[in-house]
């Protein structure tokens, strides 16, 4: 399925901890001249809507509350109803009074839910597309902060964009420590540097596979498979697999507490290649497979895929077990023709999901080799039932 998507309105995700320096992005964002067609879609947490006002002070006529309490939790029908009215509520003479959506999470929360009403809901994929996910980390506690919740390294793991806040607060083991401990998570997310929330919004807009300016998907960008690793290669014919984040990396890291289990410690940053096309149908059911036992598990998941008989290129994008529907790209981007899939899990191996696909794989080379055998027969049966 071809989906023509540039007409779609990006949305941006914004998310990060409590005090993490949302609201202070926003207020620096909605002041510069590239988001003044912008809409800010904020979610309130208690009932004084400080942030609505911190924002709507800025620019108030494109601010929409959404008052109903914890995004997470009521999300799925105020968004859809909050994203349908504003395309009305925000129009003049029949014209649209944005081309840009950014939704502010609470921090507390899990933005997975909202990215899979964002993937999943038909009106919202009729009118809209996900441009990406950025996510705020303090420089000063985030290590901490990753420590003790969940949501945060949850929050870190789905981000296309990490931006830094509080840069001038931290000192430089700190965020060193950090950075580093994030690239392990999440190597693919550019890590952005800030100062009272100013970082150019180019830096963080257009972080999804279409940007809004032009009508080529940049699937190299999008992926960033490169920073998971270097290709090791062989030419065997299963997966090779790239990752981040194995027990090595435990026993070293750069922490000092030996007896917190760190959640991040379960986060596992992959990348699989794989060299020949793959029959569509053994494809889905790998993926089925995986998706339906692990999906829980599975925060991010990523790929450029070869499917045998069809010259273009196929996009998968999950987050859990929900996909966003299927892209076919008009071309390959490269010269580059190998199915290439990078994985985000907690608590999974990357050999655990490498031994499946190579299953998968090797029932494909026998499915080939009984094709190859029938042909050679001639249509003749074999006998051999
Ligand atoms: N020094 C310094 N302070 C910052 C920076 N960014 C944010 N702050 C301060 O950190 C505090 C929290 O920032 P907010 O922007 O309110 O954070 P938030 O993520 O919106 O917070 P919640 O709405 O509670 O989730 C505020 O006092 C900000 O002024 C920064 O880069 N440097």
């Not at 000063?140 to 919740?149: A, P, S, Y």
């Not at 191996?349 to 499946?356: F, G």
Request: proline share 4%; charged share 20%; with cysteine.
């Amino acid at each position: 399925m071809t989906q023509e998507t540039p007409a779609l309105i990006p949305i941006s995700l914004l998310t990060g901890f409590l005090g993490s320096g949302k609201t202070t992005l926003l207020n620096y964002l909605v002041a510069q001249p590239e988001l003044k067609d912008t809409l800010v879609i904020i979610n309130e947490f208690g009932e004084i809507g400080l942030d609505h006002l911190l924002v709507a002070h800025s620019q108030d006529d494109i601010v929409v509350e959404m008052s109903s309490g914890c995004l997470c939790c009521t999300i799925r029908g105020d968004l859809k109803k909050t994203l349908k009215d504003i395309t009305w509520r925000f129009a003049e003479g029949g014209k649209r009074k944005f081309n840009r959506v950014i939704i502010e999470t609470t921090g507390l929360a899990s933005p997975i839910p909202i990215l899979h009403t964002l993937m999943t809901d038909n009106f919202i994929a009729s009118k809209y597309r996900l441009d990406g996910v950025i996510t705020t980390i303090d420089a000063v506690n985030g290590n901490q902060t990753l420590d003790n919740h969940i949501e945060a390294v949850q929050q870190a793991a789905v981000a296309d964009r990490l931006l830094l806040t509080k840069s001038d607060l931290a000192d430089a083991a700190t965020l060193k420590n950090l950075q580093a401990r994030l690239a392990q998570m999440n190597p693919s997310a550019e890590q952005i540097l800030s100062q009272q929330g100013q970082v150019s919004p180019q830096k963080l807009l257009d972080a999804g596979l279409f940007k809004a300016t032009e009508k080529t998907p940049d699937v190299e960008r999008w992926l960033n498979e490169e920073s998971y690793a270097q290709p090791a290669h062989d030419h065997h014919g299963h997966a090779h697999g790239h990752h981040h984040g194995h027990e090595h990396d435990h026993k070293h890291a750069t922490h000092s507490h030996e007896d917190v289990n760190r959640h991040d410690d379960h986060i596992r940053a992959f990348c699989f290649s794989f060299d020949h096309p793959i029959e569509p149908h053994l494809f889905d059911e790998w993926l089925s497979l995986l998706v339906g036992f692990k999906g829980q598990n599975i925060l991010r998941i990523k790929g450029i895929i070869n499917l045998a008989g069809d010259d273009k290129p196929t996009v998968i994008h999950g987050v859990q077990h929900i996909f966003h529907p299927t892209v076919t790209l008009p071309a390959w981007p490269s010269e580059d023709r190998r199915t290439r899939i990078v994985f985000i899990t907690k608590d999974i191996e990357r050999s655990t999901i490498e031994r499946s696909f190579t299953a998968f794989m090797q029932a494909q080379a026998i499915e080939q080799e009984q094709k190859a055998q029938r042909a050679q027969d001639g249509g003749k049966p074999s006998g051999a039932w």
